[in-house]
């Protein structure tokens, strides 16, 4: 528990064996009460090494997408009585350390969600970041930035904490199949802008691995259209 708050920690994870345990062991499980590791059909020892290290796991047991994974953690969440859940990236770009950062907004200012940004001030991005990521994390809060109609510096980011009350109000609604890949993110976030709840940002850390050890399970074209779909969509009232 977290200053009186029930916290989850949902991290999607497909074929990270290599890198779950760290995620684990950079998270301060006495700060959280649960830290879920949703497995999304992988086929080596992600979920093992995820519980080994002391994870609990929920296991997909086919590949459904991150959103899928997601949306499977969020309910798991919901129903085992969290008030805010935290999504943190499986592949150890995130640090764990920052997540107070995300959640005093939500405490001490009552924000409904709170993104973490490499490009506030404080914020940082290391290590072998591919150029096109650096390019499409500029571009998508530019154009997000328009349909919401506030200034966001980062749109894309995983690491974010929100109110699973959220959730309650029943024009969010999670359960399309369109969202199951990468866009369950994008919409999340648009919703609550366009909706009126309240929004922060704060500044974090992403840390890209050396390619070698791989950096991401996102295909260039398909990955980023699926994150791009919610923004035009929504802004053409196709989807809601």
């Not at 107070?100 to 490009?119: A, K, Q």
């Not at 530019?142 to 506030?150: E, I, Q």
Request: some cysteine; glycine content about 10%.
């Amino acid at each position: 528990m977290y200053r009186g708050k029930r916290i989850i920690v949902l991290v999607p994870a497909y074929n990270e064996e290599a890198k779950i345990g760290h995620v684990v062991e950079r998270t301060d499980l006495s700060m959280v009460d649960t830290l879920l590791v949703v497995d999304d059909g992988s086929t080596d020892g992600t979920a093992q090494v995820a519980r080994d290290k002391g994870a609990e796991v929920l296991s997909l047991h086919a590949v459904l997408g991150v959103g899928a994974a997601l949306r499977a953690g969020i309910e798991h969440g919901r129903q085992s009585g969290h008030d805010i859940a935290i999504f943190m990236a499986g592949n150890n770009k995130d640090d764990p350390a920052e997540i107070p950062r995300l959640l005093d907004p939500i405490i001490d200012d009552d924000c409904d969600l709170v993104m973490g940004s490499r490009y506030l001030s404080g914020g940082a991005t290391g290590g072998e970041m591919p150029l096109y990521r650096k390019l499409a994390t500029r571009l998508h809060p530019w154009l997000a930035s328009r349909f919401v109609g506030k200034r966001l510096t980062e749109s894309t980011n995983g690491f974010r904490a929100f109110k699973l009350s959220l959730l309650d109000d029943p024009r969010i609604n999670l359960k399309q199949r369109w969202l199951d890949a990468y866009g369950l993110e994008v919409y999340l976030l648009l919703k609550v802008l366009r909706l009126g709840y309240r929004h922060a940002e704060v500044p974090c850390t992403k840390i890209y691995p050396p390619r070698r050890v791989g950096q991401t399970k996102m295909q260039p074209v398909i990955g980023w259209w699926s994150i791009l779909r919610p923004v035009f969509l929504m802004g053409m009232g196709l989807r809601r």
